[in-house]
């Protein structure tokens, strides 16, 4: 199934579960390089300032439009002027959506306007928008029960994300098929568009997009997200008796363009053709400015990397940092990445992704079970004193863009970071630098250096 957004790495991470054994004590000198990192990364502060100029160079960067294009170049000088080597930007095809106007109001007694967005990928509706009744569901069960009495209507999915998960990537991950597939079960009943509750628990006015889903096989119809503040309303609404909607989406799908992944490498200092692959996703979402999703992966990939070189730490093997192209709706960076350096993918020794945002580390997801899983737990033991010595094995792939290569049997890594906040701003429009803590992002840089100073020194 295709991976489109965070939810599947946060899916598995919820799904791990092997305990290693409990570890001894950490090497004196492994301890003293993982101190000296973090207390370098808070000194600097380099971590926030890198990201204001990511997101001051591109802050809208979705896939296709202007702004990508900005980041990769914005990367790339970035890799350029931190010295690394073989920068260059990978070039794969990438999707065009353009959002459009967008706009949603309640007809008649209860004429209110609502605080929707464009589900991305969606279609638009006809010129003029449409107007229909609205019929209010918590399940694609209770959809199809409704049969055809849900043709011709907006059905309205609203079950919200639950609450009691302590979880927030699984709470995410039960409530996300109603925007993945929504408008998939509302064609199948003959409806004429989706409107999905916004994926979050917070209930507030800010919609939040994210990617949606058709089958060839089933007639397309626009969907689009409401705020949660506004969803509860239209419920309400719904109890007092029959509410019409006009629904405005302007959205386009253009053909494909040229996007690029941004690559550079610090050149390894024994075996420079063994490669440990670092990074995070390149776009980001319309609405906001991607700063936690996924603008603080890549920056954890960045400042990492200048990190070792400030400590004047020299990885065995070459570190490769890559900022991928079009992870929240396609996945071509990531294929891209995996199809051209297949013939090389024997000699990645791991891979190490940060996406779930700019919070203080926690530790790591791994794909890594068994005995293989304690040895590397025993190494990033120095991990603890820094709050950050969670290691969660068996984790599959640990982040979309990396998940090509653990399906070629690389090892790969995740940076696991405290979320319980990033479902609050996740693809709206306040997912913005404001959000983003300069010492936890600066922590979570100085787990990513560590980390891979010891995967590229085996
Ligand atoms: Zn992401």
Redesign the pocket.
């Known amino acids: 199934m295709l991976r489109l957004?965070?939810r599947f790495f946060l899916i598995a991470l919820a799904a791990a579960c092997s305990t290693p054994p409990p570890p001894t004590a950490a090497d004196p000198l492994a301890a003293a390089r993982c101190k000296q990192l973090v207390e370098r990364a808070l000194a600097d502060n380099q971590a926030i300032t890198l990201l204001g100029g990511l997101l001051q160079a591109a802050p809208k960067r979705l896939s296709g439009s202007p702004g990508s294009d900005a980041a990769v170049q914005w990367s790339l000088a970035t890799m350029r002027a931190m010295g690394l080597v073989n920068v260059r930007a990978e070039p794969c095809l990438v999707p065009q959506w353009v959002r459009g106007e967008e706009r949603a109001e309640l007809l008649g007694q209860t004429a209110q306007p609502l605080r929707i967005t464009a589900l991305g990928g969606s279609i638009g509706t006809p010129d003029g928008g449409l107007e229909a009744e609205v019929v209010e569901v918590r399940s694609f069960e209770q959809l199809r029960e409704l049969g055809e009495k849900a043709r011709g209507k907006i059905v309205f999915f609203n079950r919200p994300m639950p609450r009691a998960l302590r979880s927030v990537g699984q709470a995410y991950g039960e409530a996300v098929p109603q925007r993945s597939n929504g408008a998939i079960e509302a064609g199948k009943v003959g409806a004429l568009a989706a409107l999905v509750r916004s994926v979050t628990t917070a209930i507030d006015g800010n919609p939040h997009t994210g990617a949606m889903h058709y089958d060839d096989a089933v007639a397309k119809v626009p969907a689009a997200a409401i705020a949660t503040a506004d969803a509860e309303q239209l419920a309400k609404a719904l109890q007092r008796g029959p509410v019409r909607m006009k629904l405005v989406l302007g959205c386009t799908q253009g053909p494909d363009v040229a996007g690029a992944n941004a690559v550079g490498e610090l050149a390894g200092s024994v075996t420079p053709e063994r490669i440990v692959v670092v990074g995070?996703?390149l776009d980001?979402w319309d609405l906001g400015d991607g700063a936690h999703?996924?603008g603080a992966?890549c920056i954890h990939a960045l400042e990492a990397v200048r990190l070792l070189q400030a400590c004047g730490i020299r990885p065995r093997c070459t570190i490769r940092v890559v900022l991928f192209a079009n992870?929240?709706n396609g996945l071509r960076g990531a294929r891209a990445y995996a199809d051209t350096h297949r013939d090389e993918l024997g000699k990645h020794v791991a891979a190490l992704e940060s996406?779930?945002g700019g919070f203080a580390p926690l530790g790591l997801t791994t794909s890594l079970r068994d005995e293989a899983a304690a040895a590397m737990q025993q190494k990033l033991l120095p991990l603890q004193d820094a709050n950050a010595g969670t290691f969660l094995t068996g984790a599959g792939g640990c982040g979309?863009d990396i998940g090509p290569l653990h399906n070629a049997g690389v090892a790969c890594f995740g940076l696991l970071v405290n979320s319980q906040r990033y479902f609050d701003h996740h693809h709206t429009a306040i997912d913005t630098l404001a959000m983003v803590n300069e010492r936890e992002l600066a922590l979570g840089a100085a787990v990513v250096a560590y980390t891979l100073s010891v995967l590229a020194d085996g």
């Open positions: 957004d965070c995070g996703h980001a999703d996924d992966g992870e929240e996406d779930s979309a």
